[in-house]
C-alpha cells in the first residue's frame, strides 16, 4: 500500500512431520516507513468492543506453527500522524496461524509524538510485545514540550486497552491547569474553574472521534498537508472552541512550518519555525496567539 513501504529479505523454512508442521525463519528490514494515519479517537472507543473473532483457517494450515524473527534497527521510520520518528524492531512471531502473537519491542529514542496539537519530543519510548499467541501491545512513552516558559512531561504507560496517561510540569502545574496550558497555550489562575468546560470539549472529542477522524484525513488529502488536526479547546475567558493545526516540511524535510488558529476567537494565529541545523542543533523562531514573538536554540545531548 501507499501508507506503507518496505524493502526486506531474508529466509523462510517450512517444516513437517507426521505430528505437526512449523514455519520459521528470519526476516531483517532492510528499510521501511510507515505513513498510515492512526484513527486514535476512534481506535480507543473500538478498543471496549473488541471481541475475538473465530479462525476460518483451515484445520491443516491454522495449526501450522510460527517461528519467525524480524529484526531492523535503521532507516526504518513512522512518519503520520500520531509520531514521527525512527524506530528498532525486534520481534518474534510466534503461536500458530490461527492463533498468532508477538513476543519482543519496537522502540526509539528521539523523534516527535504528537498531543493535542503540541510536539512532543521523544525521551524514551517502547512497546512491548508479551504474549505468543495474542497481539496485546504494552506502552512506555516519555516525552516533553516547552510551552510559555513551562516544561511538560508527558508519560504513557500500559497495555493499549488500558493504558494511563500522566502530565507532569516544571514550575508545577494542577493537571487542569497543564491541560488549558495545551489547549490555550495560556496559564490564568481561574484555570481551576474551567475544569468543566475542558472536560466538554474532551468528551466532545471522543464522542465524534470517527466524523473528526474522517474530517481531519479528507483535509490532509486535498491540501497536501502532513499534519491536519482539529482540537477542541479552552479559551482564557472559559469558552470552549477548536483549534486547527496544519503543518509542513520544507527545504528537504529541515523546515518544519506550523501554523495554528482557533476557530471563532479574537486570539491572533500562532506561527511556529523550527530550522534544523544538525541533528542535534535546531534554530525555534515563533508567534504566539498574544502577538509575542520570540526565538529559541535547542540543543540534544544523548548519552550512552
Known amino acids: ?13 517450512f517444516e513437517t512431520s507426521a505430528k505437526k508442521q512449523t514455519l520459521l525463519g528470519d526476516i531483517n528490514i532492510i528499510k521501511a516507513r510507515y505513513k498510515k494515519r492512526i484513527a486514535w479517537k476512534s481506535w480507543l472507543l473500538k478498543l471496549r468492543q473488541v471481541e475475538e473473532a473465530p479462525s476460518d483457517q483451515a484445520s491443516f494450515l491454522g495449526k501450522t506453527a ?11 521510520f513512522i512518519d503520520n500522524n500520531i509520531a514521527k520518528t525512527p524506530v528498532k524492531i525486534d520481534l518474534n512471531v510466534q503461536g500458530n496461524i490461527a492463533r498468532y502473537g508477538l513476543v519482543g519491542r519496537i522502540e526509539t529514542n528521539e523523534g516527535t509524538i504528537f498531543f493535542r496539537g503540541n510536539e512532543f519530543e521523544i525521551i524514551d519510548a517502547s512497546v512491548d510485545f508479551i504474549e505468543p499467541n495474542r497481539v496485546v501491545p504494552v506502552f512506555h512513552i516519555q516525552a516533553e514540550t516547552f510551552t510559555r516558559g513551562y516544561r511538560v512531561r508527558l508519560n504513557l504507560d500500559g497495555p493499549s486497552d488500558k493504558f494511563t496517561l500522566s502530565l507532569f510540569s516544571d514550575p508545577p502545574l494542577s493537571d487542569i491547569a497543564i491541560l488549558t496550558l495545551l ?34 484525513e479528507r483535509f490532509k488529502y486535498i491540501t497536501g498537508f502532513e499534519r491536519f488536526e482539529i482540537d477542541p479547546r479552552t479559551t482564557s475567558t472559559g469558552a470552549v472552541s477548536s483549534k486547527v493545526t ?15 488558529s482557533s476557530i471563532g476567537s479574537t486570539e491572533l494565529d500562532v506561527i511556529k519555525l523550527q530550522y534544523k541545523l544538525t541533528d542535534n542543533l535546531s534554530l525555534i523562531g515563533s508567534r504566539d496567539e498574544i502577538g509575542d514573538v520570540g526565538g529559541d536554540i535547542k540543543f540534544r545531548f ?3
Open 246 to 260: 496544519v503543518g509542513k516540511r520544507l527545504l528537504g524535510e529541515r523546515l518544519l512550518v506550523t501554523y495554528s
Open 183 to 216: 489547549t490555550s497555550g495560556q496559564i490564568d489562575k481561574g484555570s481551576e474553574g474551567l475544569e468543566s468546560g475542558i472536560g466538554a470539549g474532551e468528551a466532545t472529542a471522543f464522542l465524534t472521534g470517527r466524523l473528526q477522524d474522517v474530517i481531519e
Open 1 to 13: 500500500e501507499d501508507d506503507v513501504d518496505i524493502v526486506f529479505d531474508g529466509k523462510l523454512f
Open 302 to 304: 544523548e548519552f550512552k
Open 66 to 76: 510460527l517461528n519467525i524473527y524480524i529484526k531492523g534497527e535503521d532507516n526504518i
